[in-house]
């Protein structure tokens, strides 16, 4: 566990956000040094409550346990007021990648779900893992549904478990929950009846590795013929077995249904599966798309990081309605970026080192906002 002074850990991470365009300004949220750890966004509810995730801290935050759970869910109101779900540790891992889930999925309709470890610490993280699921109201998450073992890469373990999130309505996926487990490289579909079935085991579909970082339904700058469809970011011969290839390029391919095309309809680095589209009330940009380029900090796989402040070299990016793009700020710190919408402001959250992977335990996350000028 490091130990780093205040003083330090402000100065390393300080506020140096820039919003070169016109019309827009920025300020802190929520400030490195407060409570904040590795914040992940959520959503943002109709009356501007923004929800999200944390993976620290644990319970006693000054005297770390190697194998206990850690992290929390927030809510944060229009007006400024805070809140958490439940006490830091109410689950083995950490809440992570959090979704309501639609009416479509049956009587969990507006319930929270989270992927999760099935046991703390390390060792969790690569083993099995967890669909977790939270009735707000009550104190603590309750286990939905154990992911199965499925194929042969990392041993079939389900391990390093991500989320596609809910199928959406219309599609041959709507009321089922989609996530993918990179350790074995295994994408499952989970239904409200509380059944799990590998519904892609990638190793034999493309006939060797494909690491799954991302699940998601393409916007508008992925193109007309790819707009709207479910889209498999991945990383072809990566797997826990190999080394890490260093970079945040990745394969996309398109999922239709029981089928995956096995020829890559793109090649992007992972910003563009993050990208999300400005609402009306954006000023200028309604409807205009936009995403993080992360810069050099890549905390895919290796998550710790030399001493001293990470590079200020993280930016939004904008892409206009022709398909152009622009800066639209800069002078972020990398390590992971999110952004959401509320009307006329955009939330932007920092992660930095990592609490949960990185050995790093100091409030070093921050959640800041650009918002069109009255």
């Known amino acids: 566990m ?14 140096r956000m820039r919003v070169p365009e016109d019309g827009f300004e920025g300020r802190i ?8 750890y590795d914040p992940i966004l959520g959503w943002v509810e109709d009356d501007g409550t923004l929800y999200f995730s944390d993976h620290g801290p644990q319970k006693d ?23 958490r779900l439940f006490e830091p540790g109410a689950v083995p891992g950490m809440p992570y990648l959090i979704r309501r889930a639609p009416a479509a999925f049956g009587p969990y309709g507006g319930d929270i779900f989270f992927p999760g470890q099935a046991k703390g610490g390390r060792e ?9 699921r939270l009735t707000e109201g009550e104190s603590a998450p309750e286990t939905f549904v154990d992911i199965p073992p499925a194929g042969t890469t990392g041993g079939g373990t389900p391990g390093a478990m991500m989320v596609g ?20 490289c295994v994408i499952y579909q989970i239904t409200p009846d509380r059944e799990c ?5 990638l190793e034999e579909v493309f006939g060797r590795p494909v690491m799954p970082y991302f699940l998601f339904y393409a916007t508008s700058v992925w193109g007309p013929e790819l707009d709207g469809k479910l889209l498999l970011g991945g ?17 996309y391919y398109v999922i239709d249904g029981e089928r995956i095309d096995p020829e890559p309809v793109a090649r992007r680095d992972i910003g563009w599966a993050m990208a999300e589209v400005a609402p009306p009330e954006f000023g200028p940009y309604g409807g205009h798309t936009f ?36 800066l639209f700020a800069d002078g972020l710190q990398g390590g992971w970026n999110e952004l959401r919408f509320d009307r006329d402001r955009m939330y932007i959250s920092c992660l930095r080192r990592s609490f949960s992977t990185g050995e790093y335990h100091e409030p070093d996350g921050s959640l800041y906002e650009i918002r069109v000028k009255p």
């Open 2 to 15: 490091t130990t780093v002074p205040h003083e330090q850990l402000m100065a390393e991470c300080a506020y």
């Open 29 to 36: 949220i929520i400030d490195v040094g407060e409570f904040l």
């Open 61 to 83: 935050p000054e005297n770390w346990v190697p194998y206990a759970g850690h992290g929390t869910i927030h809510r944060l109101t229009r007006t400024g007021e805070h809140s």
């Open 124 to 132: 969790g993280a690569l083993s099995g893992h967890r669909l977790y």
């Open 165 to 184: 999130g809910f199928g959406r309505e219309g599609t041959p996926h709507e009321g089922t929950y989609l996530c993918q487990t990179m350790m074995n």
């Open 197 to 201: 079935r590998p519904l892609f085991i």
């Open 235 to 251: 990383m072809p011969d990566a797997s826990f077995e190999i080394d890490d290839p260093g970079h945040n390029i990745l394969e």
């Open 291 to 326: 995403l993080f380029d992360f810069g050099a900090t890549n905390f895919m796989h290796v998550s710790k990081a030399e001493p001293g402040p990470l590079p200020y070299d993280s930016r939004i990016l904008r892409v206009d309605p022709s398909g152009e793009t622009h």
